[in-house]
């Protein structure tokens, strides 16, 4: 076919095809385009916005439907889509039990027993490590590129990601013509949309192009599909084969009017009315041939407007996100760009509805990466432009991932939570074959860190060794039962899950020269102690965390028992085994409480993990009320770390939220999250660790709500630490405990009035803020008698389930 004028000038200087793609995180950038112009706030609450194009991954926005995402970076002479598919993995299935674990368990036990650490720790090294003891990495899928030659000079720019609808957008004028685009990842169609669009008829152009760093192809097919198609270059360890994960993306470009040329990997349009962007994605992680899966998801679409994908992408999208509603009060900083907003908060500044967005902007982050059927979230959720990720963006359960999930229950987002699950129960098997192989154990079990290939050995190094991440991953179980009220779930998915782990403790735990049991070996995640002769160690038994988990893991199981009616034998087993288990414990010295079976010397007083602190939270063995003593001791701890620099990490500061709100104490948790947006967020508002992990935004956005809503004492409590920051406002569509729907409002730092929807019957035991009572409660406009307590907070009063419940509060 005979090339048109327009397109030899295109042609010229150009690149055609590098095998292996070439481009990515490393390509690259355009010459900066002069911006010029203040635009004004685009419409919506809840919208993230910038005048001025993404310059690096950390300023770009992300789309995801919870399966694939992109990044977005509003380029305007080239503008880079950064995909992700949350399958897309380094690596294959393979063995890696030590084989000398179990016979060198009960020496490394002994040697620990009698505080020979630095021995036990280079045995276990040798005998307990997966072999090897690394995992690799998730990876990115690789970069479509739009690039619109010759285009120098615009005005009016701005950018934007608004919540509410999940779709991002930028808007231009230039040569005249003021362009549009929107991009969004649907998932009911499971395709990332992206749509170009002008003001003035032909005036579309652009270049298309997929790019990868290597192990990948781009292809043209027909006139308008892009083909990117590769496999991960990985041997096969046994037979040097590739073994890698193939994967494939197809990007239809729909173009209404203009020209076409595609070839050589590269699509070139011209004079275009609109271009319309159909991307998906697929690996043969769940599929053998991703090529069949992606044409077939094409097909299945190709014929949908654009307007009704967007239509049913937004109506799905709202379904989730408007159940929560939340204002703690405006300024004037809310109609400047979120950039500027951010930096105004790093000087001091005070923007609440910054911080209602941030939360928010959690719960649209943990609907982008986690949607029924779709892998977990990881270390950075979904979104990825490495092929060698920090930490390879895994699966770390000595807290990374559990606070991802955090917000799934109290945010009013329990669909989200389901990936969790399914990820957990794929775990059970080589979990079980670990815990029998290396341990002598029944049960099931995993560590630290895990990835999609079923990894549940240690890693890394000792401080890998430490074999209750399952067990802390159960509480999620059950924390769904008691939001949801769902006994099916409890009785046909969560109990046995949960057993399981608690038979590989049952059979981990052995008896210590104190005469309790503990955990042997065992670590406080990633924090170092000091000996009595002065060395270092990282390995011990019976840390504290460990016996939080157990405690928590064991009464849930055993109130789980009991709901269902079955396992009485089992659960004076575990009654039995919580009789004889390490008390928490205080030191003498300090008055801290101990992060180790001794009250050994801190190497490191600042660390990030409070690991020792599980008791106060995610947990709650210890509480302000019930455990008086306890609660005193968590706070001097608290207080020591963050005075020796903790908190200094994103998820870490995330953490210190929780833990201030537990003890009610509003306004140092208001200051944690001040820190937070000042020292530990990037521009477009996700986590910085450094570098970016997610498990700080989902981390914020749950310590915002446990601020304004908790029900882990077994009550309902109302502002529990309101900060006098936020004199009035409202939350709507919270959920506690007890399958409760809550919204509350506020004024003068008062409670005014709540309304509580059952979602069964029961008992509800309220709590006001102190210094106030319970005027009135009403149900359909009649009073609801309530039956005081010993505090003049706390009442009590029936609900049946379906029913909205008003309660109005007075000083």
């Given at each position: 076919?005979?090339?048109?004028?327009?397109?030899?000038?295109?042609?010229?200087?150009?690149?055609?095809?590098?095998?292996?793609?070439?481009?990515?995180?490393?390509?690259?950038?355009?010459?900066?385009?002069?911006?010029?112009?203040?635009?004004?706030?685009?419409?919506?609450?809840?919208?993230?916005?910038?005048?001025?194009?993404?310059?690096?991954?950390?300023?770009?926005?992300?789309?995801?439907?919870?399966?694939?995402?992109?990044?977005?970076?509003?380029?305007?002479?080239?503008?880079?889509?950064?995909?992700?598919?949350?399958?897309?993995?380094?690596?294959?299935?393979?063995?890696?039990?030590?084989?000398?674990?179990?016979?060198?368990?009960?020496?490394?036990?002994?040697?620990?027993?009698?505080?020979?650490?630095?021995?036990?720790?280079?045995?276990?090294?040798?005998?307990?490590?997966?072999?090897?003891?690394?995992?690799?990495?998730?990876?990115?899928?690789?970069?479509?590129?739009?690039?619109?030659?010759?285009?120098?000079?615009?005005?009016?720019?701005?950018?934007w990601l608004d919540l509410d609808s999940g779709v991002a957008g930028v808007e231009y004028v230039a040569e005249g013509t003021q362009f549009t685009r929107e991009v969004f990842a649907s998932h009911p169609h499971q395709v990332i949309v992206a749509r170009f669009k002008a003001n003035q008829p032909g005036a579309i152009r652009a270049r298309l192009r997929f790019t990868r760093e290597q192990d990948a192809q781009c292809l043209s097919e027909s006139d308008n599909r892009l083909i990117l198609r590769g496999q991960i270059h990985r041997p096969h360890h046994e037979t040097g084969e590739n073994a890698g994960m193939k994967f494939e993306a197809h990007c239809l470009a729909l173009a209404r009017g203009g020209e076409r040329i595609n070839a050589d990997g590269v699509l070139?349009?011209?004079?275009?009315?609109?271009?319309?962007?159909?991307?998906?994605?697929?690996?043969?992680?769940?599929?053998?041939?991703?090529?069949?899966?992606?044409?077939?998801?094409?097909?299945?679409?190709?014929?949908?407007?654009?307007?009704?994908?967007?239509?049913?992408?937004?109506?799905?999208?709202?379904?989730?996100?408007?159940?929560?509603?939340?204002?703690?009060?405006?300024?004037?900083?809310?109609?400047?760009?979120?950039?500027?907003?951010?930096?105004?908060?790093?000087?001091?500044?005070?923007?609440?509805?910054?911080?209602?967005?941030?939360?928010?902007?959690?719960?649209?982050?943990?609907?982008?990466?986690?949607?029924?059927?779709?892998?977990?979230?990881?270390?950075?959720?979904?979104?990825?432009?490495?092929?060698?990720?920090?930490?390879?963006?895994?699966?770390?359960?000595?807290?990374?991932?559990?606070?991802?999930?955090?917000?799934?229950?109290?945010?009013?987002?329990?669909?989200?939570?389901?990936?969790?699950?399914?990820?957990?129960?794929?775990?059970?098997?080589?979990?079980?074959?670990?815990?029998?192989?290396?341990?002598?154990?029944?049960?099931?079990?995993?560590?630290?860190?895990?990835?999609?290939?079923?990894?549940?050995?240690?890693?890394?190094?000792?401080?890998?060794?430490?074999?209750?991440?399952?067990?802390?991953?159960?509480?999620?179980?059950?924390?769904?039962?008691?939001?949801?009220?769902?006994?099916?779930?409890?009785?046909?998915?969560?109990?046995?899950?949960?057993?399981?782990?608690?038979?590989?403790?049952?059979?981990?735990?052995?008896?210590?020269?104190?005469?309790?049991?503990?955990?042997?070996?065992?670590?406080?995640?990633?924090?170092?102690?000091?000996?009595?002769?002065?060395?270092?160690?990282?390995?011990?038994?019976?840390?504290?965390?460990?016996?939080?988990?157990?405690?928590?893991?064991?009464?849930?199981?055993?109130?789980?028992?009991?709901?269902?009616?079955?396992?009485?034998?089992?659960?004076?087993?575990?009654?039995?085994?919580?009789?004889?288990?390490?008390?928490?414990?205080?030191?003498?010295?300090?008055?801290?409480?101990?992060?180790?079976?001794?009250?050994?010397?801190?190497?490191?007083?600042?660390?990030?993990?409070?690991?020792?602190?599980?008791?106060?939270?995610?947990?709650?063995?210890?509480?302000?009320?019930?455990?008086?003593?306890?609660?005193?001791?968590?706070?001097?701890?608290?207080?020591?770390?963050?005075?020796?620099?903790?908190?200094?990490?994103?998820?870490?500061?995330?953490?210190?939220?929780?833990?201030?709100?537990?003890?009610?104490?509003?306004?140092?948790?208001?200051?944690?999250?001040?820190?937070?947006?000042?020292?530990?967020?990037?521009?477009?508002?996700?986590?910085?660790?450094?570098?970016?992990?997610?498990?700080?935004?989902?981390?914020?956005?749950?310590?915002?709500?446990?601020?304004?809503?908790?029900?882990?004492?077994?009550?309902?409590?109302?502002?529990?630490?309101?900060?006098?920051?936020?004199?009035?406002?409202?939350?709507?569509?919270?959920?506690?405990?007890?399958?409760?729907?809550?919204?509350?409002?506020?004024?003068?730092?008062?409670?005014?009035?709540?309304?509580?929807?059952?979602?069964?019957?029961?008992?509800?035991?309220?709590?006001?803020?102190?210094?106030?009572?319970?005027?009135?409660?009403?149900?359909?406009?009649?009073?609801?008698?309530?039956?005081?307590?010993?505090?003049?907070?706390?009442?009590?009063?029936?609900?049946?389930?379906?029913?909205?419940?008003?309660?109005?509060?007075?000083?």
């Open positions: 076919m005979r090339k048109p004028a327009w397109a030899a000038s295109i042609f010229v200087g150009l690149f055609i095809l590098v095998l292996p793609v070439m481009g990515g995180e490393n390509a690259p950038q355009p010459p900066e385009v002069h911006v010029e112009g203040r635009p004004e706030k685009p419409a919506g609450e809840w919208v993230l916005w910038y005048t001025q194009p993404a310059a690096k991954w950390e300023e770009a926005l992300p789309v995801g439907n919870g399966r694939i995402g992109a990044m977005v970076f509003g380029g305007v002479a080239k503008e880079r889509l950064q995909l992700n598919d949350d399958t897309l993995w380094d690596g294959y299935p393979r063995e890696r039990i030590n084989p000398k674990g179990r016979e060198a368990l009960p020496e490394i036990r002994r040697l620990l027993f009698e505080d020979r650490n630095a021995e036990a720790e280079t045995l276990a090294g040798q005998t307990l490590m997966g072999v090897p003891a690394r995992i690799l990495s998730y990876q990115t899928l690789g970069d479509l590129w739009i690039e619109v030659p010759g285009l120098e000079e615009v005005t009016e720019y701005r950018r070139h349009i011209q004079g275009a009315d609109e271009l319309l962007l159909l991307i998906v994605t697929a690996t043969s992680y769940k599929h053998p041939d991703p090529e069949a899966v992606c044409r077939a998801q094409v097909e299945a679409i190709r014929g949908t407007s654009f307007s009704a994908l967007r239509e049913v992408h937004v109506a799905d999208h709202r379904a989730l996100f408007r159940r929560v509603d939340l204002d703690l009060g405006h300024t004037e900083h809310e109609f400047l760009p979120t950039d500027q907003r951010l930096r105004a908060v790093a000087r001091g500044g005070h923007d609440p509805h910054l911080t209602a967005t941030y939360f928010q902007y959690g719960r649209y982050l943990l609907m982008g990466c986690s949607r029924p059927g779709c892998m977990p979230a990881n270390l950075q959720g979904l979104w990825n432009p490495h092929l060698n990720a920090p930490w390879n963006s895994d699966y770390h359960t000595n807290i990374n991932l559990q606070m991802n999930y955090w917000p799934a229950e109290v945010a009013n987002l329990s669909e989200c939570h389901l990936p969790l699950f399914d990820y957990m129960e794929s775990l059970i098997p080589p979990g079980t074959k670990t815990a029998w192989e290396l341990y002598g154990c029944r049960g099931w079990t995993i560590h630290h860190l895990s990835d999609v290939w079923g990894f549940t050995v240690p890693a890394d190094g000792v401080w890998g060794i430490w074999p209750v991440g399952g067990a802390w991953l159960c509480q999620h179980l059950y924390e769904h039962y008691l939001f949801t009220g769902d006994v099916d779930f409890l009785r046909e998915r969560a109990y046995s899950i949960m057993k399981g782990a608690a038979v590989f403790l049952l059979d981990f735990l052995e008896f210590s020269p104190q005469g309790w049991l503990v955990t042997n070996p065992s670590h406080s995640p990633e924090n170092a102690f000091i000996q009595e002769d002065g060395t270092r160690s990282m390995f011990t038994y019976g840390a504290t965390m460990d016996i939080e988990i157990i405690q928590d893991l064991f009464n849930n199981v055993i109130e789980a028992s009991e709901v269902l009616g079955i396992d009485a034998d089992f659960r004076r087993h575990l009654r039995k085994a919580l009789c004889y288990l390490a008390p928490l414990q205080i030191s003498p010295e300090t008055g801290r409480l101990q992060e180790w079976i001794k009250d050994y010397g801190e190497a490191e007083p600042g660390h990030r993990h409070m690991s020792h602190l599980f008791g106060l939270h995610p947990g709650h063995s210890i509480t302000l009320r019930g455990t008086p003593l306890y609660a005193a001791a968590a706070r001097k701890s608290l207080d020591y770390r963050l005075a020796h620099g903790g908190g200094h990490t994103g998820w870490s500061r995330a953490w210190m939220i929780h833990f201030r709100a537990r003890l009610e104490e509003g306004e140092k948790a208001f200051e944690n999250i001040q820190a937070l947006l000042a020292k530990s967020t990037l521009p477009n508002l996700l986590d910085n660790h450094p570098p970016f992990q997610i498990d700080g935004n989902f981390g914020g956005t749950a310590g915002i709500a446990e601020m304004l809503l908790q029900s882990h004492a077994g009550e309902v409590s109302l502002l529990p630490a309101l900060p006098s920051a936020w004199p009035e406002g409202f939350v709507r569509g919270l959920r506690a405990r007890g399958g409760y729907t809550v919204d509350i409002r506020w004024s003068g730092g008062k409670a005014r009035e709540a309304t509580l929807r059952a979602g069964e019957e029961g008992i509800c035991t309220l709590r006001v803020p102190g210094g106030q009572t319970v005027r009135r409660i009403l149900v359909r406009g009649h009073e609801v008698p309530w039956e005081k307590t010993k505090e003049e907070s706390l009442v009590k009063f029936p609900v049946e389930a379906g029913q909205t419940y008003t309660v109005i509060a007075q000083e």
